[in-house]
């Protein structure tokens, strides 16, 4: 059996534990296991010099005592609690698996009430803190010694012919049960469960006497029940428990004179010939489950703080919560101000200012929150009137000063001196840190909303600015328009008429301009509610309004869906389109192209709708793509975080970054605008794209995470 990744140190002590002759009667062997803290190496030197005929072996990997107990060369184990890769407890199960009778105390400076329940649950012999002394461990271990019985079995567990192994053992732990009813701090209580269920209360210690004032020899066993179990906490069924024969082990509540208390219950029966004696042992985890509800308080108080619409709204939750969660005496929280470089009283509780009166605002130098506060630590004074400070604190005497990172600090104080202890500030802590998390929360939202509220004042500016650009344009190109059609009316001359139509060639691509202006300004505002929107069924609807001339689209993925705005989806795929259709098709013998952003948007530039004649001389195929001998392919599919759209033309003749730019343009008479409208789309949908030119042009959307 493998119990943890020891040392390999301490071979030797496993060899000296191997070549030890088993014959010797007068020699009796401990094992030491030393774990962490190196108490219980410290301690066998000692121990054996006070027991008689004692051979102390010492090791620190758990697996090398397993393997000594194994050979049968061992008379009892002593152990530490933190081990190497296991606990105490666990080593003293596997022990128990090999040597079910072998002695085992466990010395320990980091045990507990809890450590030590468990331990009695797994069958230990003794347990021993080692704020006791070597002298009381050793006379442990030489109790435990005495109690073993004289003739040992050949390899644990294989005794002479004809003995009981099952009688022995229950009749050893008993009396090893038994003897620890005094020597343990627990309180313990046996009760006896006879054949017919009637329960007596037998015995119970010292230590439960005082926990719970009730004693055996003093109270019958229903008086016990109505004394120490709470109207609303279930009993325990002992009947049950002595008929099982296994031990039990349960969290329960349990009166006190202090109150209700939780405790740990190991329940261990033992059976005898006339009846089941059960045995309880209590260890207290009422501080435990207190600080257990505690943190879940705070959890839900944090959930609270993470709604808060401000800092301040945190600030009052947060003061708050350490009054009635913590149930500190008095809280409060100052937030850092650049402005002013001092920590402002944002909220101070009501018991605080009785206790201070108003508190003005605290600089550098201004005594021991600005030091918590500038230091980035907790700072804990016990007794106020015992040190210099340099500014009053009132009625307080005690003070915890802890730190919000740059936001501010929390001043916790009481009118108690030392009243803040480990727990307390522990506590104080984790309420400070989810304090912190929750302030970085709110200024990120905070700078979030300032950027969205930034980028919509642009935007509104923009189609504004666009507005008045369209009116005061439209109206004097209107005017335009119409002396120019009357200009037509009078002139013959040819030359004449070519002229003028180039100037009505300039009226229409100047309100080309227009319109792009006003779309652009419109696709660039933030969707707020995208839907899932077919991009087969959206592809489709935006080819059918483009002139595709003898283009063909392949649909890789038609049961694609995305989150989108539907037109402007569409709007997006309509410019993509075009784009590929009127510059990715070479239009000379070179193979050249003029593919440029289209000066198209929201359909402008590209065909209005088929009238019924047209769509009846276009098959179905060709409104899906499919078409003979295509000079252009235009493709739309998916990517594992996103979509696509690409070609197989002759790709960019300028920068294909530079194409998105607004008014980049390869040929004369573009806009500029088609390609950054596609730009500003996919920004509002909160889109990352990016264009290849390779093979064609290829555009790729990503959603952000």
């Not at 390999?8 to 062997?29: F, I, Y």
């Not at 008095?330 to 944002?346: I, W």
């Not at 200012?353 to 108003?358: Q, V």
């Not at 642009?458 to 328009?481: Q, T, W, Y």
Request: aromatic share 4%; proline share 4%; with cysteine.
């Amino acid at each position: 059996m493998v119990l943890g990744s020891g040392a390999a140190g301490d071979t030797s002590a496993r060899e000296v534990a191997r070549r030890s002759d088993p014959a010797d009667e007068g020699v009796r062997r401990i094992l030491f296991v030393d774990g962490e803290s190196g108490v219980v190496g410290r301690a066998s030197a000692r121990v054996e010099r006070l027991v008689d005929r004692a051979e102390a072996i010492t090791v620190t990997d758990p697996d090398d005592a397993l393997d000594a107990v194994g050979e049968g060369r061992v008379d009892c184990v002593v152990s530490g609690y933190n081990l190497s890769g296991v606990d105490g407890v666990e080593l003293l199960a596997a022990v128990r698996e090999v040597a079910p009778d072998l002695p085992f105390v466990l010395f320990t400076d980091a045990g507990s009430e809890a450590v030590a329940s468990d331990a009695i649950g797994a069958g230990v012999t003794d347990y021993v803190r080692a704020e006791d002394g070597h002298e009381t461990l050793a006379e442990r271990v030489r109790d435990a010694l005495a109690r073993r019985p004289t003739r040992r079995p050949d390899r644990f567990g294989s005794p002479g012919e004809g003995a009981d192994t099952s009688r022995a053992a229950v009749r050893e732990f008993a009396t090893e049960v038994s003897a620890l009813f005094e020597a343990l701090p627990l309180p313990i209580v046996r009760a006896v469960v006879a054949d017919d269920g009637a329960v007596r209360l037998a015995d119970t210690n010292d230590a439960f006497e005082a926990t719970f004032g009730y004693a055996a020899d003093e109270h019958e066993f229903p008086e016990f029940l109505d004394g120490i179990v709470p109207d609303d906490a279930d009993g325990i069924d002992l009947e049950a428990v002595a008929a099982g024969g296994e031990a039990v082990r349960t969290e329960v509540r349990r009166l006190t004179p202090e109150g209700v208390c939780d405790f740990l219950l190991h329940l261990i029966p033992i059976d005898r010939p006339d009846a089941t004696s059960v045995y309880g042992v209590y260890a207290d985890i009422d501080e435990q489950k207190r600080v257990e509800r505690t943190l879940r308080r705070l959890h839900e108080a944090t959930r609270e703080m993470f709604r808060g619409s401000d800092r301040e709204e945190i600030a009052e939750i947060a003061a708050r919560a350490a009054i009635d969660i913590l149930e500190f005496p008095s809280s409060g929280v100052r937030l850092y101000d650049e402005e002013e470089g001092a920590l402002l009283p944002t909220a101070i509780s009501e018991e605080a200012t009785e206790a201070l009166g108003e508190r003005p605002s605290l600089g550098p130098g201004d005594g021991r929150i600005w030091e918590a506060f500038d230091r980035g630590e907790p700072v804990r004074v016990d007794d106020l009137d015992s040190v210099e400070t340099a500014i009053g604190y009132g009625d307080h005497r005690s003070l915890l000063a802890v730190p919000l990172g740059d936001h501010g600090v929390m001043p916790l104080g009481s009118r108690e001196p030392g009243f803040f202890d480990e727990t307390e500030v522990q506590l104080a802590r984790v309420l400070a840190a989810n304090v912190t998390v929750a302030l970085d929360h709110a200024e990120r939202t905070a700078q979030l909303r300032e950027r969205d509220a930034a980028l919509q004042r642009e935007i509104d500016r923009l189609e504004k600015f666009a507005g008045l650009v369209s009116h005061d344009l439209r109206n004097p190109l209107s005017v335009a328009a119409g002396r120019l059609d009357l200009a037509r009316e009078r002139v013959d001359d040819e030359s004449l008429l070519a002229d003028l139509d180039r100037v009505k060639d300039a009226h229409d691509r100047m309100m080309q301009l227009i319109d792009d202006l006003l779309a652009l300004a419109r696709q660039g505002q933030t969707v707020d509610e995208p839907e899932r929107v077919s991009l087969g069924t959206a592809a489709r609807q935006a080819w059918r309004t483009v002139d595709t001339a003898d283009a063909s689209l392949d649909l890789a993925d038609s049961d694609a869906v995305v989150r989108a705005d539907p037109e402007r989806l569409r709007t997006l795929l309509e410019n993509l389109f075009t784009n590929s259709v009127e510059h990715g098709i070479p239009n000379g013998s070179d193979g050249t192209s003029d593919r440029d952003e289209i000066g198209a948007a929201d359909g402008a530039g590209a065909m209005d709708e088929p009238s019924e004649t047209d769509e009846s001389s276009e098959t179905d195929e060709a409104a899906d793509g499919v078409r003979t001998d295509p000079s252009l392919t235009v493709t739309v599919g998916t990517l594992a975080d996103g979509f696509y759209v690409a070609d197989d033309g002759t790709g960019f003749d300028i920068d294909s970054d530079a194409a998105l730019e607004y008014g980049t343009s390869s040929v004369d008479d573009g806009t500029g605008f088609g390609l950054a409208i596609v730009r500003e789309i996919a920004a509002a949908h909160g889109w990352t794209l990016s264009v290849e030119d390779a093979d064609g042009a290829r555009f790729e959307f990503r959603v952000d995470e």
